[in-house]
């Protein structure tokens, strides 16, 4: 194989990356170490210097301290432990890999979320002496709140109890009862010992009774290509391309989904609809684009489009809201101040936004939900919160691209949160008059109903809410009037779409039909 089959076969490779976790002195950074030098990935002037600094600094007896390797702040290198994120490339014959070496500390949990944030998988260590503990639990659910489909829990040290089968076993049962209670679809189990190199990369003769793969077989083979959205088309517009007269191009990332020359898409929120023309890319037209590919889009037809707009196939919208509920995660060392006025940066627009209400804060470390009004530094909660202008979003387990998002300090540019979107608001949370079913439907609006090729589904993912009565029966009919118009005007700021209807005259059978149709109807009941 000459050189330019090697690269060009490299670059076909694809990509993991992955974090390690678990608590102080697990082994984290001794682990990727380890994996490193069996993997022959460390160069002679790299194992030299860390023969010298484990002499020097190590904390291992004399013999090789992997830990170093990773530990490279000098703070880090007296105590022992990780306070920043380490990210290591390395590569083998048939993958890529970016490690994330994430600390353990709780008061670090920023800095773990962070090295998170982008990964397909996580190795969280337990040391086989004391099992699962607190921060074991923590990480976990961490990691689960960030969308990481893929755990590995690797028993470490099990040279220390002796290779003993058993132990591995109990701790075992012990994790997959606890991960129950979390969204964890792949989970995988190994013991082995990062010191002396059990299972990490060759499997070890200590102990016949595993007869899974070690692992770097597990890294290397894990399934990872089924986590990317391939369904749901989003191209948030980052920069539009205007060379000359003759070319208008429109640049950014596919976040999910799969666009074709020829597809016809949807601008949001315009609305307006037109057909690709063509992928370009540096090195020529593409007939298809998917995640996390970078290209520009030229269309058929002349639409005004800026940065911060988005791109979709018109049958498959997401949603389209103000208000929503996510789950923030603080990263400012000042406490929140619900007063403030935070940038929102979101895929590739930013806009102003207010934190309405801390629903709950959540004790990472018991899964508890605490009453609060405020987060401090590294804390977690779910929250209410409302952006000056509609956002182009979807749930983050659904869609981690745009489903995420990190709020801005104003006045320090700082950082203050990074949020993972649950759902926006349904109208019953709105602060509004008690919203009431319609006890009955009639016969009539049922045969309506069911002569539609719409379904209800559809038209609330078009119009972005859900068909809702409010029913307004307190004062005069002018106190109904104002009421309901003072409402409707809410609803409208909110992007919502709503119909007042002060005569029930045309029957309960036409405010049914609007209501399965997505409209919000205020409904007056006249004496």
Same mark, same amino acid.
């Given at each position: 194989?000459?050189? *330019?089959?090697?690269l060009d076969?490299?670059?076909?490779?694809?990509?993991l990356?992955?974090?390690t976790?678990?608590?102080?002195?697990?082994?984290?950074?001794?682990?990727i170490?380890r994996?490193?030098?069996?993997?022959?990935?460390?160069?002679?002037?790299?194992?030299?210097?860390?023969?010298?600094?484990?002499?020097r600094?190590?904390?291992?007896?004399?013999?090789?301290d992997?830990?170093?390797?990773?530990?490279g702040? *000098?703070?880090?290198?007296?105590?022992?432990?990780?306070?920043d994120?380490a990210?290591?490339y390395?590569s083998?014959?048939?993958?890529?890999f970016?490690?994330?070496?994430?600390?353990? !500390?709780?008061?670090?949990?920023?800095?773990?979320?962070t090295g998170?944030?982008?990964?397909?998988l996580?190795?969280?260590?337990?040391?086989?002496?004391?099992?699962?503990?607190t +921060?074991?639990?923590? !990480?976990?659910?961490?990691?689960s709140?960030l969308g990481?489909k893929h755990?590995?829990?690797?028993?470490? @040290?099990?040279?220390?109890?002796d290779?003993d089968q058993?132990?591995?076993?109990?701790i075992?049962?012990?994790?997959?009862?606890?991960?129950?209670r979390?969204?964890?679809?792949?989970l !995988?189990?190994?013991?082995?010992?990062a010191?002396?190199?059990?299972?990490?990369?060759? $499997?070890?003769?200590? &102990?016949? %009774?595993?007869?899974?793969?070690?692992l770097?077989?597990?890294?290397e083979s894990?399934?990872?290509?089924?986590?990317?959205?391939?369904?749901?088309?989003r191209?948030?517009v980052?920069?539009v391309?205007?060379?000359?007269?003759?070319?208008?191009?429109?640049?950014?990332?596919?976040?999910?989904?799969?666009?074709r020359?020829g597809?016809e898409?949807m601008?949001?929120?315009?609305? *307006?609809?037109?057909?690709v023309k063509n992928?370009?890319?540096?090195d020529?037209n593409?007939?298809?684009?998917?995640p996390?590919?970078?290209?520009?889009?030229?269309l058929?037809?002349e639409?005004?489009?800026?940065r911060?707009? /988005?791109?979709? !196939?018109?049958?498959?919208?997401p949603?389209t809201d103000?208000?929503f509920?996510? /789950?923030?995660? %603080?990263?400012d060392?000042?406490p &929140?101040?619900?007063?403030?006025?935070?940038? =929102?940066?979101?895929?590739?627009?930013?806009?102003?936004?207010?934190?309405?209400k801390v629903?709950?804060q959540?004790?990472?470390?018991t899964l508890? *939900?605490?009453?609060?009004?405020e987060l401090?530094?590294?804390?977690?909660?779910?929250?209410?919160i409302?952006?000056?202008?509609?956002?182009?979003?979807?749930?983050? &387990?659904k869609?981690?691209?745009?489903?995420?998002?990190?709020?801005?300090d104003?006045?320090?540019n700082?950082?203050?949160?990074v949020g /993972?979107?649950?759902?926006?608001?349904?109208?019953?949370?709105?602060k $509004?008059?008690?919203t009431?079913?319609?006890?009955?439907?009639?016969?009539?609006t049922e045969?309506?109903?069911?002569?539609?090729l719409?379904?209800?589904?559809? %038209?609330?993912? =078009?119009?972005?809410? @859900?068909?809702?009565i409010? #029913?307004? $029966?307190?004062g005069?009919?002018?106190?109904?009037r104002?009421?309901?118009?003072? /409402?409707?005007r809410e609803?409208f #700021? +909110?992007g919502?779409?709503?119909?007042?209807?002060?005569?029930?005259?045309?029957? #309960?059978?036409?405010v049914?039909?609007?209501n399965?149709h997505g409209?919000?109807?205020?409904?007056l009941r006249v004496?």
């Amino acid at each position: 194989m000459d050189i *330019k089959d090697f690269l060009d076969q490299d670059e076909q490779k694809d990509l993991l990356r992955f974090l390690t976790a678990g608590s102080v002195d697990d082994g984290k950074s001794t682990l990727i170490g380890r994996l490193l030098y069996d993997s022959k990935l460390i160069y002679e002037d790299q194992l030299a210097a860390l023969a010298r600094d484990s002499k020097r600094v190590g904390s291992v007896g004399g013999e090789i301290d992997y830990a170093l390797l990773l530990d490279g702040l *000098k703070a880090e290198r007296e105590q022992g432990i990780t306070i920043d994120v380490a990210y290591r490339y390395f590569s083998t014959s048939k993958r890529k890999f970016i490690i994330a070496d994430t600390p353990g !500390h709780e008061q670090y949990t920023r800095n773990m979320v962070t090295g998170a944030s982008t990964a397909n998988l996580a190795v969280i260590l337990a040391d086989a002496r004391t099992g699962i503990i607190t +921060q074991t639990r923590r !990480h976990s659910f961490l990691i689960s709140l960030l969308g990481i489909k893929h755990i590995i829990l690797a028993v470490n @040290k099990m040279d220390l109890v002796d290779y003993d089968q058993q132990v591995f076993d109990d701790i075992c049962q012990e994790y997959g009862e606890f991960v129950t209670r979390l969204k964890i679809p792949d989970l !995988h189990f190994i013991p082995l010992s990062a010191l002396k190199g059990d299972n990490v990369v060759e $499997k070890s003769a200590k &102990m016949p %009774w595993y007869t899974g793969q070690p692992l770097l077989e597990i890294l290397e083979s894990i399934y990872i290509t089924s986590d990317r959205n391939f369904i749901d088309f989003r191209f948030p517009v980052q920069y539009v391309q205007r060379p000359d007269a003759d070319f208008r191009g429109f640049s950014g990332q596919v976040a999910a989904g799969v666009v074709r020359a020829g597809d016809e898409i949807m601008v949001l929120p315009s609305l *307006k609809k037109s057909r690709v023309k063509n992928i370009t890319t540096f090195d020529g037209n593409l007939d298809c684009a998917f995640p996390p590919e970078s290209v520009t889009l030229t269309l058929e037809d002349e639409i005004d489009i800026s940065r911060g707009d /988005m791109l979709v !196939h018109p049958n498959n919208l997401p949603r389209t809201d103000q208000t929503f509920e996510a /789950m923030l995660v %603080w990263m400012d060392e000042k406490p &929140m101040d619900i007063s403030t006025a935070f940038f =929102l940066k979101h895929t590739t627009q930013t806009t102003r936004a207010r934190i309405d209400k801390v629903r709950y804060q959540t004790d990472v470390n018991t899964l508890r *939900k605490i009453d609060t009004e405020e987060l401090a530094l590294n804390e977690i909660a779910r929250v209410t919160i409302t952006a000056s202008r509609p956002l182009f979003f979807d749930p983050y &387990m659904k869609n981690r691209n745009t489903g995420s998002f990190i709020l801005i300090d104003p006045v320090t540019n700082f950082t203050s949160a990074v949020g /993972m979107i649950i759902d926006r608001i349904s109208s019953d949370d709105l602060k $509004k008059p008690v919203t009431t079913e319609l006890e009955s439907v009639p016969e009539k609006t049922e045969k309506m109903r069911s002569s539609s090729l719409v379904s209800l589904a559809e %038209w609330e993912q =078009l119009l972005g809410q @859900k068909g809702e009565i409010i #029913e307004i $029966k307190d004062g005069t009919l002018e106190e109904k009037r104002k009421k309901a118009q003072i /409402m409707q005007r809410e609803l409208f #700021e +909110q992007g919502k779409i709503s119909i007042i209807i002060d005569d029930i005259t045309p029957g #309960e059978e036409l405010v049914a039909l609007l209501n399965r149709h997505g409209i919000i109807v205020i409904l007056l009941r006249v004496p």
